[in-house]
């Protein structure tokens, strides 16, 4: 199969860690890429490749990779890191595929 | 600053047609391969089209293919997407999105890695 599928909803208390899951045939082959993105804004990469993060990305958001199930954790969850997330790979093809999307709620 | 800047949006009735452009700058760009991504209201990402930097290869979603095209014109540092046979289904906010790659010892990602803010198609009767 093609598609990433995520958890579509999870919850975590401020200050404590969060992890978002992907899952997915291409990610036996391929790195997950993560995003970000809040209410009326573009998405923004928040991780890649086997664990990192571009520039300006705090280091509490760190990734890995077992089998065909890629993570996102947060770690010391901020109240401004609640959005929605989500994955992307590449597909059977080899064209993009993204998640279906998890909101991620700071209690 | 990488800024992706889309513009093109509008609404149109079903079947119609429209063209999206994405100015690029503070980069490099006929050395980066791009993508269009959309978003329909509520709903998640949904990859549409790609394009090579040098538009030797282009692939599309199956749901766009035979209706979009992708094209650049790296001397006028800008990306398009033209939309025929649209959908009410097509109605979405449309990115554009600079592609990096990155291969470690066992595996590549593919991040995209700035995006635009997005243009609103809005395809009804």
């Known amino acids: 199969s093609s598609d990433l599928t995520q958890d579509p909803a999870v919850s975590v208390a401020l200050g404590q860690t969060v992890r978002i899951t992907c899952r997915g045939d291409s990610l036996e082959t391929y790195y997950a890429s993560w995003y970000q993105q809040k209410p009326g804004q573009a998405p923004i990469l928040v991780l890649f490749d086997k664990n990192t993060r571009p520039s300006g990305i705090p280091d509490r958001f760190s990734g890995s990779r077992s089998g065909n199930t890629a993570s996102l954790t947060i770690t010391g969850a901020q109240a401004e890191d609640e959005a929605d997330y989500f994955c992307h790979s590449r597909d059977s093809s080899d064209n993009h595929v993204f998640g279906t999307g998890t909101t991620v709620t700071v209690l | 600053e990488v800024q992706l800047v889309e513009s093109g949006g509008r609404w149109v009735r079903p079947g119609g047609s429209l063209r999206l452009s994405c100015a690029a700058s503070?980069?490099?760009?006929?050395?980066?391969?791009m993508n269009w991504v959309r978003q329909a209201p509520g709903k998640g990402l949904e990859w549409v089209a790609y394009i090579g930097s040098s538009s030797y290869t282009i692939n599309y979603a199956d749901s766009v293919k035979g209706r979009f095209t992708v094209s650049r014109d790296n001397a006028k540092n800008s990306l398009y997407l033209q939309l025929t046979g649209l959908r009410i289904e097509d109605t979405a906010i449309y990115y554009c999105a600079r592609q990096e790659t990155y291969c470690s010892s066992d595996s590549c990602s593919d991040p995209l890695d700035y995006w635009g803010q997005g243009t609103l198609v809005t395809v009804s009767s």
């Open positions: 503070g980069f490099n760009f006929n050395n980066y391969n």
